[in-house]
């Protein structure tokens, strides 16, 4: 799958632009604060519908305008061509088209276009609380199967009717209460037990690649061992909850699941999060995305579009040159604020200045 263009309108802080892509690696350049990070945004977000930065729908949109449009041309392997439209609204709910017929659901959009996204705020999956590595296998596991979505989604409005079970409660159990939690236990057990082992199947399958990635950006073999191992996995989900009920009464919340589970990463046999150095811990944050990217193209057949936002600037020069030496093949974007490595080799460079397109060539110099 390749993007061949993608338009803005009202979006950020594009009033209207439109980008035309290669096949091959696409560089987008131009100062801090220009929008090549709005770009970037813009091409994840028909792939998950979500920011990465975390941002609400209404934030995408222009300010002073009360809706935006992301709308990409797509062609697939096949050479079918694939028009996909985003319709922000400030107000009320957003719609998507695919050949301009309207979606029931936005969700159904997931799985049209994948897309990897590389940026600086990265190194919060190693150097962040359990919450974000929990985040990165979910994602991975969506970007793998879209069914996925509607599991994670499940499981969160179960633990949120836990939860609120147990507040009722108030730390003392009743016969009415536990007979209510008996259901949204067996509820819990049942999609829990399948994300878990969705989980600790992605990470037995990434491990080596990452331990690959990390080798190949560090230039050592460095021993890298990622594990997820929750104690409830051991003797099941719905034996763990009915062990953990007094205190999840006393408490007034679910203290067991998948809800609460963390991925201990490791480098050289020591936490990763509280012993290896900033730099070590930016390569492994970019080796387990290039895993899981690596995966995700092997295990559905068709490579996501990597979109490297500002990271080469964060790495030291070898580590920048290693990165683009193992690109895996496949469509890339590549935005930086700074000139780009010798080993870059964009086939084509658009520089950009507040939301608008100063310069769009290829590298021969051809508009």
Not at 228 to 248: F, H, N, T, V
Not at 272 to 294: D, K, N, P, V
Request: with cysteine; glycine share 8%.
């Amino acid at each position: 799958m390749i993007i061949e263009r993608i338009e803005l309108v009202d979006y950020r802080n594009y009033a209207s632009a439109s980008f035309v892509l290669t096949g091959g690696i696409t560089a987008v350049l131009g100062r801090n604060g220009q929008g090549k990070t709005n770009l970037a945004e813009a091409l994840a977000y028909l792939a998950t519908l979500t920011s990465f930065r975390g941002a609400p729908p209404d934030a995408l949109v222009r300010v002073g305008a009360d809706n935006g449009v992301i709308r990409a041309t797509i062609r697939e392997d096949d050479g079918r061509e694939v028009l996909i439209e985003a319709e922000l609204s400030r107000v009320g709910r957003n719609r998507v088209q695919i050949n301009r017929q309207k979606l029931g659901r936005t969700r159904d959009l997931l799985g049209v276009m994948r897309v990897s996204v590389f940026a600086p705020d990265d190194l919060i999956i190693v150097k962040g609380g359990p919450a974000e590595r929990r985040r990165f296998l979910d994602d991975a596991l969506v970007a793998l199967k879209t069914s996925y979505d509607a599991m994670r989604l499940e499981l969160d409005r179960i633990v949120r009717q836990r939860n609120s079970l147990l507040k009722q409660a108030g730390g003392r159990m009743s016969e009415e209460i536990g007979i209510t939690l008996d259901v949204w236990d067996a509820r819990l057990a049942d999609v829990g037990e399948q994300l878990g082992y969705a989980r600790a199947t992605l990470v037995a399958r990434c491990q080596p690649m990452v331990s690959e990635a990390y080798e190949q950006l560090a230039g050592e073999a460095v021993p890298v061992e990622l594990v997820y191992e929750p104690e409830w996995r051991r003797i099941g989900l719905a034996k763990a909850l009915g062990e953990s009920r007094q205190l999840d009464i006393r408490r007034g919340v679910s203290t067991v699941g998948p809800q609460r589970d963390e991925l201990t990463i490791s480098l050289n046999g020591l936490p990763a999060r509280s012993h290896a150095s900033q730099g070590e811990q930016r390569t492994l944050a970019l080796a387990m995305r290039l895993a899981t990217h690596r995966l995700v193209a092997e295990r559905t057949g068709s490579t996501p579009v990597l979109v490297l936002d500002d990271v080469l600037s964060e790495l030291d020069p070898e580590r920048a040159t290693a990165l683009l030496a193992n690109l895996p093949l496949g469509q890339v974007v590549i935005t930086s604020a700074s000139p780009l490595p010798a080993a870059a080799h964009p086939e084509r460079i658009i520089r950009i200045r507040s939301g608008t397109i100063l310069d769009d060539r290829t590298s021969d110099g051809q508009p």
